[in-house]
Structures are given as structure tokens and as C-alpha cells.
């Protein structure tokens, strides 16, 4: 049965390895009473799930199951979310239906494309997501003008959102108006929203890299399931 001593498996590392969420996310769900152990709802969260105990989420008995990790090709013109309620069309119906239960990781906007992983592990969202484990993503980005020199450093310093301080790690430039970015934060649409207050449009963005995984030979729209290791790839840095 559930109990608070020293001895099963913490219910919100549980509920993550069932894909509810990350860690603190279902801590939130547990503070809300969405959480049931043998009938009983639980709000504490210190509560550890014992061997034969039955977990429900919003009424749904759930089950440990082995993590599952793929990566999506992202063309344009599709939305990361489950549904749209004007219509559009969104990253899932490009996938098969086995893979819809998967959330993805770090969102692109529905103009933006590349790299997008999706998962069933909570852990390995935190671990990409949360600012703590500072993982990068790199962006191509193409802008409508040359871009300025001297703006590199207004955008490593950081400019002001209405969400807090958006940063760059680094910015290399290609070419006059094609940028590498590379970003630690997850800010909506934080790139475009920061190169708009340097009055830059971006024409087209591009996310190559999470960590120390690129985006594979993939055609665009097309995704495959990950290894072990290239997941791990996913959330440290290169060198």
C-alpha cells in the first residue's frame, strides 16, 4: 500500500515514468487532487508507491512502461499542441496513432521548423526543459535585413520580455542575414520576440541541434525512434 516511508518509488517519479509529466509537473497534479492510490486521493507529496498499489490520474489506472523517445523532421505550417480549434493541422497528424500519447519537447511554432523530440518520459522532458540542466538548442535563423555587428551583444546580455530576461548563449553569423543562435532559455516564440525588438523580421527558422544531437538524415515530416544513446545525446552539451 502507499505510505510515506523510505521504501517504493516517489509517486511523482512514478507518475512520470507513466508519461503524465515531468516531476514537477505532476507535483502540481498532486497538489490539485488528480491523483488516486487504492481508491484514495493524494495530495501528499511525499507519498511512495509500493508493489501492487494501483495509481490512477484523472481516473486512469496507470503502468510503468518502458520510456519511448522519437525524433520529428517538423516541416512548416504545423502546430505543436493536440488539437486546434481553428482547424490546422498539427504535429500529430503527421505521426502514427501509436505515437499520439507522446508530448512533445520544447515547442516550434507553426512557422518554424527541424528538430522536435517527443516522448513519454517525464524525466527527459525536466532534463531538456528545465533551466537548471542549461541544455542548448541551436537555431538557423534568416532575417529580412543584414543583421548589425553590434546587436550581438544586446543579445547575449539579454533583452526584455514580458516573461523576464531572454538570452542568447552565443550567435555566429553565416551570412549578413543568416544567424546560428543558440539557446539555453524556452521563452514562447523567444527568438523571434527578441530579434523583433532589434526590429528584425525572422523570414525562416530552423532548430538543428538539442544538446549534443542533431537533426539526422530525415526527410522533412519524417521521424524516427531513438536509442539510449542518443537520447543521452539529448541532454548534455558538446565539448
Do not use: W
Amino acid at each position: 500500500m502507499a505510505s510515506s516511508a523510505d521504501k517504493g518509488v516517489r509517486l511523482n517519479r512514478f507518475l512520470s515514468s507513466c508519461g503524465v509529466a515531468s516531476r514537477r509537473g505532476c507535483e502540481e497534479f498532486i497538489r490539485q487532487g488528480r491523483v488516486e492510490i487504492n481508491g484514495q486521493v493524494v495530495v501528499d507529496l511525499a507519498t511512495r508507491v509500493q508493489e501492487g498499489d494501483h495509481v490512477k490520474f484523472d481516473g486512469k489506472l496507470l503502468r510503468q512502461q518502458a520510456p519511448l523517445t522519437i525524433v520529428l523532421n517538423k516541416p512548416r505550417g504545423f502546430l505543436c499542441t493536440t488539437s486546434d480549434p481553428e482547424g490546422r493541422k498539427t504535429i500529430y497528424d503527421i505521426l502514427p496513432g501509436k505515437f499520439k500519447s507522446l508530448k512533445y519537447i520544447g515547442r516550434l511554432d507553426y512557422n518554424s521548423s527541424g528538430l522536435l523530440l517527443l516522448t513519454s518520459s517525464g524525466d527527459l522532458i525536466e532534463k531538456v526543459t528545465h533551466p537548471r540542466f542549461h541544455v542548448e538548442k541551436e537555431y538557423v535563423v534568416s532575417i529580412d535585413r543584414p543583421f548589425n555587428p553590434a546587436h550581438t551583444e544586446k543579445l547575449l546580455d539579454g533583452i526584455h520580455l514580458a516573461e523576464g530576461l531572454a538570452k542568447a548563449e552565443s550567435i555566429t553569423m553565416d551570412t549578413r542575414r543568416r544567424l546560428h543562435m543558440v539557446l539555453t532559455q524556452g521563452y514562447n516564440r523567444q527568438i523571434r520576440r527578441m530579434l523583433s525588438k532589434l526590429d528584425y523580421k525572422v523570414k525562416d527558422l530552423e532548430r538543428i541541434r538539442i544538446g549534443s544531437l542533431t537533426t539526422p538524415a530525415l526527410s522533412t515530416g519524417d521521424h524516427i525512434v531513438l536509442n539510449h544513446r542518443e537520447i543521452d545525446l539529448a541532454t548534455v552539451n558538446p565539448d
